[in-house]
Structure formats: structure tokens, C-alpha cells
């Protein structure tokens, strides 16, 4: 059974850049037809889709982040990565990745990790 993990650092000061890493355990991210997913809950709101990559590679990302973010592979190491820019404190949530193109068809996610951006 596919297993992900999220890992990165807990906290980012305001304007800098948060970067985090979804490790896939039991599965490839070459695997034909798979795409996998970030997504985020900040606190009193919704989940949030943010964006995502697929088997071979292509990024694709939400409208409304696309201008702040980036999503990255490394297939040697079997994981992928997100890189959200300038952040604010409205940038704080708990940060999942999944498998999956976008909400609702997302399976198999990570267990989350909290990212606080405060000074």
C-alpha cells in the first residue's frame, strides 16, 4: 500500500519561502497515469487544493497560487516537493500531500504537517 510523508520545517518567517517534501513509500512517482497532489487547511477554513504533478513530470497549479508557487520532482530520491513564495501569516495551515489530480479524487494522503508563518 502507498504510504506518503510530508516533512519540512514547522515554521517560516513572513516574505520568505516555505518549502516542503512529500516522500512516497510503496509506489512510484513515474507510475503511468498517476498525479500527485498538494493541498492545505488553514485554520477555521476549507481544504485547499494548491497544485500538482503528474507521472511524467507536468505541473499544473490553482489560479489563485499559481503566481507563488512551485512544484517539483526528484525521482531518484522518489518524492516531490512544494515551494510556495512571499508568505504571509494567511499562509499558515496544516500542508497534505496526496494522490490524486485534484478534490474530491484524491487518495492515500500524507498525515499532514502544521506550517505556522509568524516572525
Known amino acids: 500500500q502507498v504510504r506518503l510523508q510530508e516533512s519540512g520545517p514547522g515554521l517560516v518567517k513572513p516574505s520568505q519561502m516555505l518549502s516542503l517534501t512529500c516522500a512516497i513509500f510503496?509506489?512510484?512517482?513515474?507510475?503511468?497515469?498517476?498525479?500527485w497532489s498538494w493541498i492545505r487547511h488553514p485554520p477555521g477554513k476549507g481544504l485547499e487544493w494548491m497544485g500538482a504533478?503528474?507521472?511524467?513530470?507536468?505541473?499544473y497549479y490553482s489560479p489563485s497560487l499559481k503566481s507563488r508557487t512551485s512544484i517539483t520532482r526528484d525521482t531518484t530520491k522518489n518524492e516531490f516537493s512544494l515551494q510556495l513564495s512571499s508568505v504571509t501569516p494567511e499562509d499558515t495551515a496544516v500542508y497534505y500531500c496526496?494522490?490524486?489530480?485534484?478534490?474530491?479524487?484524491?487518495?492515500?494522503w500524507g498525515q499532514g504537517i502544521q506550517v505556522t508563518v509568524s516572525s
Open positions: 504533478i503528474a507521472y511524467d513530470g507536468t505541473a
Open positions: 496526496a494522490i490524486g489530480p485534484t478534490m474530491p479524487t484524491l487518495d492515500f
Open positions: 510503496g509506489g512510484s512517482i513515474t507510475t503511468n497515469y498517476y498525479t
